[in-house]
């Protein structure tokens, strides 16, 4: 799970090009929305598309457990994980 995460850290900083952050500053547990790593809806759309191509997940923008998987680095990863299997 460790390694997820680490990729999608990666893929968060690449995809919405962050300049000045490394993986090591993103904190798995913390939210990537608002007081966290402070990311805005566009960031959530681009981002969304970013997993769907990479990692071939079906999302569904209206529901409120797609707000729950982007709430977290962990919560993506989990996600990320439960539909590879």
């Not at 997820?4 to 990537?32: G, M, R, V, W």
Request: net charge negative; glycine share 4%; no cysteine.
């Amino acid at each position: 799970m460790e390694a997820l995460e680490l990729e999608l850290k990666q893929l968060i900083i690449d995809t919405l090009e962050l300049e000045d952050i490394t993986p090591d500053d993103i904190d798995s547990t913390e939210p990537l929305f608002n007081e966290g790593l402070g990311l805005d809806s566009i960031d959530a759309l681009e981002l969304g598309v970013a997993l769907q191509k990479r990692y071939a997940i079906k999302l569904n923008a209206e529901a409120e457990e797609t707000r729950q998987h982007f709430a977290s680095v962990r919560n993506l990863a989990l996600l990320v994980q439960s539909q590879r299997q």
